[in-house]
């Protein structure tokens, strides 16, 4: 997640970049050490880019502007759209075979994003690197351990398809899916944070439940 602080700085940049660390600095009311501090982490984040600027007379100077990525990541919200799709093919579509046929198809299609970034044979090391990757799209989980460091854990702290899972819950099921599909293991939702948890955690099914999930 981006810092209150930080968010106000990449507002600004977006709206009126490029922009030297003095213009920033007289627009956000703030030391330049500040936003040298601010930049540092929003670079990192790959959110800002700074590039030399030659123009007119004097030395070029660095000036910063919102990346590709940040533009990506700030501008779509795709929220509304996704809720009406989903209630349109599962109220509409009658066939009962058609409409799992389409579920099928949505969980295989989301799975292919990640899959081709997921790499080596040990489930435990493709569930971190899946927790990674959606860590860097945004959305904030974490890998851990559990009984006694014994189960690797994948907790979701945010939920990309909160407003489409508060109206049916079949997304959460799709979602469990399609991480299977990517790590090459049966999982479970332990617990999930429309039942009031801090975070939605998906973890292994014992073997033989795991076995009997990835025949289906």
Same mark, same amino acid.
């Given at each position: 997640?981006? +810092? ?16 030297? %660390? ?10 330049? *050490? ?8 929003? %670079? =990192? ?48 579509? +009658? ?8 579920? =099928?198809? %949505? ?24 927790? *990674?990757?959606?860590?860097?799209? =945004?959305?904030? *989980? +974490? ?64 073997? %033989? ?8």
């Amino acid at each position: 997640m981006i +810092e209150a602080a930080d968010r106000s700085l990449l507002d600004s940049i977006r709206r009126h970049g490029p922009l030297t %660390i003095a213009e920033m600095a007289a627009r956000q009311g703030v030391t330049p *050490t500040a936003i040298r501090n601010r930049l540092t982490r929003l %670079i =990192g984040s790959g959110m800002v880019e700074r590039r030399l600027e030659h123009g007119g007379r004097g030395r070029p100077r660095h000036v910063y502007e919102a990346s590709v990525e940040a533009h990506k990541r700030l501008g779509q919200n795709y929220a509304d759209l996704a809720v009406v799709l989903w209630d349109e093919m599962m109220r509409t579509v +009658e066939d009962r075979k058609l409409r799992r046929f389409l579920f =099928g198809r %949505i969980t295989e299609r989301l799975a292919e994003l990640y899959r081709s970034q997921v790499t080596g044979d040990e489930w435990e090391g493709r569930l971190v690197q899946l927790g *990674t990757i959606l860590h860097d799209r =945004g959305v904030e *989980t +974490e890998v851990t351990l559990s009984g006694g460091g014994r189960n690797s854990v994948l907790k979701q702290h945010s939920c990309p398809y909160f407003e489409l899972a508060a109206v049916d819950r079949a997304v959460c099921a799709m979602e469990r899916k399609m991480f299977e599909k990517v790590v090459g293991r049966g999982l479970r939702l332990s617990q999930c944070r429309l039942d009031g948890h801090r975070s939605c955690d998906f973890e292994a099914k014992p073997e %033989i439940l795991a076995a009997a999930a990835q025949a289906v």
